[in-house]
């Protein structure tokens, strides 16, 4: 229907908008001209919408979604920016699938730490690719990944983003058993 040609072209037209937005900040990034704009900001609300944008993607890779999240978790941040390291792990997770097209997202506070946990059931990352996960350019040389697309830049954007917010990022993975990568942001009580 015609319908269905419409969501197509939108979600298409969507994605390529996002990789030119990636390859657009990297390149700031790596001037050191990229502006945050900081503000206290819910956390849950930019997990929700991230999956909104991601809605597409999953729905024409057939991947399945579970969230565990809490209310009320604020951030001192720039809001545009989290939803961006939220997408490119989320597109990493549908990139990188296995059979096992699963994706789960949680959200839970540790010491004065809000933490996001995004976690796949996909090809998992070697150990020696884990050591470079986060630099730009470097793609996995693991005959499953070598299909994919991309520019290899996303991970390198989400550590950078995760600096600029003074958090942290942590990846855990085993070659085909999947990835863990936990988010860690400082937990913001003002508004801005």
């Known amino acids: 229907s015609t319908n269905e040609y419409l969501d197509i072209i939108e979600g298409e037209s969507d994605r390529l908008s996002r990789l030119i937005n990636n390859v657009l900040n990297f390149a700031k990034m790596e001037n050191g001209i990229k502006e945050y704009s900081f503000c206290r900001t819910d956390l849950n609300v930019c997990i929700e919408a991230a999956l909104k944008v991601m809605e597409y993607q999953f729905n024409i890779e057939n991947f399945k979604t579970e969230k565990f999240l809490q209310k009320e978790i604020f951030i001192f941040a720039d809001k545009d920016s989290v939803i961006e390291v939220l997408l490119n792990l989320f597109s990493?997770?549908?990139?990188?699938?296995?059979?096992k097209k699963i994706i789960r997202v949680s959200l839970n506070t540790e010491n004065e730490f809000a933490v996001v946990t995004i976690e796949d059931e996909g090809i998992g990352i070697s150990e020696d690719d884990l050591k470079n996960v986060f630099r730009p350019f470097v793609r996995s040389k693991d005959s499953n990944a070598m299909h994919t697309g991309g520019a290899g830049i996303g991970l390198s954007i989400v550590k950078n983003i995760m600096d600029s917010h003074k958090g942290k990022i942590k990846v855990e993975s085993k070659l085909g058993k999947?990835?863990?990568?936990?988010?860690?942001?400082?937990?913001?009580?003002?508004?801005c």
């Open 92 to 99: 990493n997770s549908v990139k990188y699938c296995s059979n």
């Open 178 to 191: 999947g990835s863990k990568f936990y988010l860690y942001f400082r937990l913001e009580s003002t508004p």
